[in-house]
């Protein structure tokens, strides 16, 4: 992979992790229309190195609610911090487990599955515009709520399951408040992909060669600065209601890609 085509993909990464229309989806379509030769498990390093640099881009953008997570984790009282601490963490249990128990599968899904991608992008933009059309959202998050978003997110590890589409839209559905459903979404998959990144580099599966090392952070950097962007642009969108017109672009990409893989 060049220079280049990293930047695009960190670009691409950074603009669709936050946009309800699957970051996953569209790395491997991308992937697949530059060309891309690598390997199963390099591909999924690039994947993991660029959402790393997104979940970065939340911390920054969300720190206020990242210090509460903290705090709650370590005051040991029975407060607001803690209770949202541990929402965050049972929003987390099904991702996990699935990611624990079935990670050489899930590596075969991001191996330029244009199909699955196209159909998932459907199953995205159907969920969006349900969502878009929901009343009386004016509740906090619960513990129920956090598990239930938390499966939401764990299904959304298909590539084309827009992961902030699939836990926004199931926030939303269940009354909660539109931009509270923002945050929550996007400070859920922080534990999650530095957990990611711990267990490969335990597992030594983080190993760049040195002539790669440029390459992904170059990917890093394009992923990071787009993402600060995008989030704060996202949230707006939310809080207006206006996730019907992503699940039109999903319709079309989704389209688009089941096409071209059938003919």
């Not at 994947?47 to 939340?58: G, I, K, Q, S, Y």
């Not at 911390?59 to 990242?66: P, Q, W």
Request: with cysteine.
């Amino acid at each position: 992979m060049s220079f280049f085509e990293a930047i695009i993909l960190g670009i691409i990464q950074g603009l669709t992790e936050f946009l309800p229309v699957s970051s996953s989806g569209h790395l491997e379509l991308a992937k697949a229309l530059l060309g891309d030769t690598s390997i199963p498990q390099e591909s999924m390093l690039l994947t993991v190195v660029l959402h790393f640099a997104t979940a970065l881009a939340t911390i920054v953008i969300f720190r206020k609610e990242v210090s509460r997570i903290v705090l709650g984790l370590f005051q040991f009282k029975n407060n607001d911090e803690l209770q949202f601490s541990i929402k965050i963490i049972a929003s987390m249990i099904p991702a996990a487990a699935i990611g624990v128990i079935f990670s050489k599968e899930l590596e075969t899904l991001f191996d330029k599955q244009i199909l699955l991608v196209g159909l998932m992008l459907w199953v995205t933009g159907l969920l969006l515009l349900v969502a878009d059309n929901a009343k009386n959202t004016e509740k906090d998050v619960s513990f129920k709520h956090a598990m239930i978003i938390g499966i939401a997110q764990a299904i959304a590890i298909l590539p084309g399951i827009s992961r902030s589409g699939a836990t926004i839209s199931t926030s939303v559905l269940l009354g909660v408040d539109r931009s509270k459903a923002a945050s929550f979404s996007f400070l859920m998959v922080v534990p999650l992909i530095f957990g990611k990144i711990a267990k490969d580099i335990m597992d030594g599966a983080l190993n760049v060669s040195n002539d790669h090392i440029s390459v992904m952070a170059a990917g890093f950097v394009a992923a990071f600065v787009t993402g600060l962007f995008a989030c704060q642009w996202m949230i707006k969108l939310v809080r207006n209601a206006q996730l019907k017109y992503f699940s039109y672009y999903c319709f079309v990409v989704g389209t688009i890609a089941i096409v071209h893989q059938l003919l």
